[in-house]
């Protein structure tokens, strides 16, 4: 079977509010479909390229979408054709990655569905997905300029948060034209999910933020958790989901309210000091107007500043009982990656082990395939920091921060474990949430922990029994995060910090195996670097 969609952005530069309600396909298929999208770059003078977030891309590296990693760039005028297996049912996501393009809009849902005769360990009666996002009126090259200068001007907070799409400002305290801001417009009305009394509903909420960590919830409904990153999870029950950019989570929502009335759902900012409104939307009980406002004053999350609960949450993932895939027990290598704030020339950059990252001119799949040996630095990145001299609790100091393109060149089919370590910035008493996604693999969340990680004594503590497998994980302020993952999907992968910024700034990683194993490159990912010329028609 086949699914055949097309995504062909008209407009990625953003103007004020009004591409706030712009329509996004949603792409729909069963697990063992291929999807092809055809991807045309109507943009007058951006390059694009998008990944689909969540989907491993096993036999397919060069369909990835990670410009400067597996593809060049998609130009203006250019079709570019995607093509790859959903192999597993779930809760995806599509979005731009190119440069800092994604926060301009460029995403959507990907949704897989089960097999024919294969039943979900949960039941429901109807499914909805919505996609969380934070909103800026500077653009993103105005961003990026600001990020790449001396002095650093860094993006600050987003001016709206968005649920599908849909957000409020404030019109007044801003120089907008009526023509940009109209509260009367019926687009301006916050987005509602509509509900028919007695039903339960599967939520996918998924969230593609620029910057912030997020606390979703709807007054008076608990939701339970069963999947996050397409895995079943075994069910638990909250009031508030916390969610990073990067995760997909399903929840069962049961309509079991006074059904007189609509209620508010809110999103939060958490983990940073929030100078941004909440996003507003509505869970409308049919047959209520959808645009009618709930009769109570919408419930504010939870405080932005206590981590305790949202360690909790990580805690609370594992995986469903039924569903269990336990992890090798032992793993061939360990990588601790040091994630710290630096200063390199002057400037400000985001460091991995003290190695801020860039892209080289040519991808590396193709570089690697085609042994350009020269395209990048051929000395290998650090495999650690000096943990026992380093204080994370300090302002960082990292006097030899050096930018690189040197990549991680794992063993095919080795087990692989990554200790994400946090610490301080180069702020007082600042340490920030990192969520790191991982493409091409699922990993294991083995465990999170406090402080430093203690090689010794904190391997003890994994959790080796029912870990939750995951993409993207998030990595809380002075703690750290253990993962394990098989190196068994051929190609070139980027791991990195979904935050658009901190990527931008350096914050991420290329990993390599199996690259004699990958198939014939398609010409279309070249064009670029030292492949110039190739793969134009
Ligand atoms: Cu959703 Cu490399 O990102
Ligand atoms: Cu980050």
Known sequence: MRSR???????????????????????????????????????????????????????????????????????????????????????????????????SGLYGSIRVSVPDNFTEPFAYDYDRSIILTDWYHKSTYEQATGLSSIPFVWVGEPQSLLIQGKGKFNCSSASL?????????????????????????????????????????????????????????????VKNLFIYSGETYSVLIQADQDPSRNYWMTTNVVGRLPNTTEGLGFLNYYPNHPRRSPPTVAPAGPIWNDTAPRVAQSLAIKAHHDFIVTPPTTSDRVIVFLNTQNEINGYRHWSVNNVSFTLPHTPYLIALKKKLHHQFSQTPPPEGYDSVNYDIYNVSKNPNATTSNAIYRLGFNTTVDIILQNANTMTVNNSETHPWHLHGHDFWVLGYGDGKFDMNKDPKKYNLVNPIRKNTVPLHPYGWTALRFKADNPGAWLFHCHIDAHFYMGMGVVFEEGIDKVGKLPSSIMGCGETRGVGRP
């Open 5 to 103: 969609s097309s995504v062909a952005p008209s407009r990625v530069v953003k103007a004020g509010l009004s591409r706030f309600a712009i329509a996004r396909p949603t792409i729909l298929a069963q697990e063992g479909d291929t999807v092809i999208v055809e991807v045309t770059n109507k943009l007058l003078l951006e390059n694009l390229a998008i990944h689909w977030h969540g989907i491993r891309q096993i036999g397919t590296p060069w369909s990835d979408g990670t410009e400067g990693v597996t593809q060049c760039p998609v130009v203006p005028g250019d079709t570019f054709k995607y093509q790859f297996k959903v192999d597993r049912a779930g809760t995806y996501l599509y979005h731009a990655h190119y440069g800092m393009q994604r926060e």
């Open 177 to 237: 034209t009526a023509n940009t801001c109209n509260t009367s417009n019926p687009e301006c009305s916050p987005y509602a999910i509509t509900v028919i009394p007695g039903k339960t509903y599967r939520l996918r909420v998924a969230s593609l933020t620029a910057l912030s960590a997020l606390s979703f919830q709807i007054e008076g409904h608990n939701m339970t958790v069963v999947e996050a990153d397409g895995h079943y999870v075994e069910p638990f029950v």
